[in-house]
């Protein structure tokens, strides 16, 4: 159902008089990932508080991750303490939808002349477009890559980054043969299962197909095949995603593939070596696809205030689009889902950046990052993330077994109707 209230009218009434507010507006914004975006906000805010000076946009802390939002939001909506605009998942959108808490923009962005001139990317714009209405505007758009230390590699004699997974396994044995006791880290526990998902789509195989999960298919035993082959192969050992990307950085761990999301981190605090991506590998060779990542602007404000409703709106598209979705490119690895900031603030960007143009060209590849279906799907996400888990440790040898164990835990936990 389409949340067109009172509140959203007013909020299109507003919109166009918050440039003449002369009263102080105060709204509440919430977004995850702290070590990744705290960087891009701190070079946001001041451009905005330049053009907008009387609205005050007061943070909150940094969801841990997306699932650590959406479980935020849903306890906020109980106890009615929800922020004005929250950063979601793009996985993580449509519960909120479903339970009426993010509330429709299309009758907002119907009143902005040149919406559709501002660039944002139709296919990105989907991932939060559900039943014909926009409710979120996508902020960080990431693809996985491949992070290399080019030193390290060629130190194994190595020249060239792996096109397969095969192909990595056999770089991890140079590199162990080389006296790295810890040459890659496969960052199977990102969030979302996003990494399993990433398998399943070089396939062109969804994780969800008509509301249930394909997990009892032949591409997602393949899938858990792959995971336990780069595991043993690469004699991988189970880090975090944080002591991955520090370990990297630290020039400790040869390969890493993860979201291009941490590109700008790398580069910040990257030892002495030649830092390099390069394009996610695939079963055979490039894959057939893989999951967008990132994230997408939200509005679920319960004010009634018109003017702190258009204060909202108006923080909420202009970090989504012109120089806020610039410095998201500029700060991270994220690509800014807008093509005015792709083609006008950053068209030399990429040609000077080429870590960050490794997920740019991988775009004809993006595909949904699905949500799992009905109420428990965060709970479908854990189930899968302890399964991966149990590979990552070696307790889980048997992928048929663990497959059908899957399977009926899932099956479980999906809507019976």
């Known amino acids: 159902m389409i949340r067109t209230t009172l509140s959203a009218m007013a909020l299109v009434a507003a919109t166009t008089q918050i440039v003449q507010a002369q009263d102080p507006v105060t709204i509440d914004f919430a977004y995850p990932y702290a070590s990744a975006f705290d960087v891009t906000f701190d070079a946001i805010l001041p451009k905005f508080k330049e053009k907008y000076p009387h609205i005050e946009v007061q943070f909150r802390s940094a969801y841990e991750h997306y699932e650590d939002g959406t479980n935020t939001i849903l306890r906020e909506s109980v106890s009615d303490n929800l922020p004005d605009v929250t950063m979601q998942g793009l996985n993580r959108q449509q519960i909120l939808v479903e339970k009426g808490i993010a509330q429709s923009l299309t009758p907002f962005i119907a009143q902005e002349d040149a919406f559709e001139t501002d660039g944002y990317h139709a296919a990105m714009l989907k991932l939060s477009t559900f039943d014909g209405d926009v409710y979120g505007l996508p902020f960080a758009v990431s693809l996985p890559v491949g992070y290399y230390n080019m030193d390290a590699l060629a130190h194994a004699g190595v020249s060239e980054a792996p096109k397969t997974w095969e192909d990595m396994i056999g770089v991890c044995q140079k590199l162990i043969a080389d006296g790295s006791n810890n040459p890659v880290y496969w960052d199977w526990a990102i969030t979302g299962n996003w990494f399993l998902q990433s398998l399943m789509w070089t396939q062109d195989k969804a994780t969800v197909e008509n509301g249930r999960l ?204």
Request: negative net charge; hydrophobic residues 40%.
């Open 214 to 417: 394909t997990l009892d298919s032949p591409e997602a035993l393949i899938a858990l095949e792959t995971v336990k082959s780069i595991v043993d192969g690469c004699e991988m050992k189970n880090l975090t995603s944080d002591q991955a990307v520090a370990s990297f950085s630290a020039g400790e761990l040869p390969m890493l593939f993860t979201s291009t999301s941490s590109v700008g981190r790398v580069e910040r605090a990257k030892g002495d070596f030649t830092f390099a991506t390069a394009a996610f590998p695939g079963l055979t060779g490039t894959p057939k696809g893989l999951p967008a990542g990132g994230n997408a602007a939200m509005l679920t404000s319960t004010s009634d205030d018109p003017e702190v409703l258009a204060a909202a709106w108006t923080w909420l598209t202009f970090i989504t689009s012109g120089e806020g979705a610039a410095e998201v490119a500029k700060t991270t690895g994220y690509m800014p889902p807008n093509q005015a900031a792709n083609d006008v603030i950053l068209a030399d960007f990429y040609d000077q950046n080429a870590n960050k143009r490794t997920a740019v060209d991988q775009l004809p590849l993006l595909r949904d990052w699905q949500a799992y279906p009905g109420a428990n799907g965060l709970a479908i996400t854990q189930v899968i993330y302890e399964g991966l888990e149990m590979i990552a440790t070696g307790e889980a040898d048997d992928m048929e077994e663990l497959q059908e164990e899957l399977v009926e835990q899932v099956n479980d936990l999906l809507p019976t109707n």
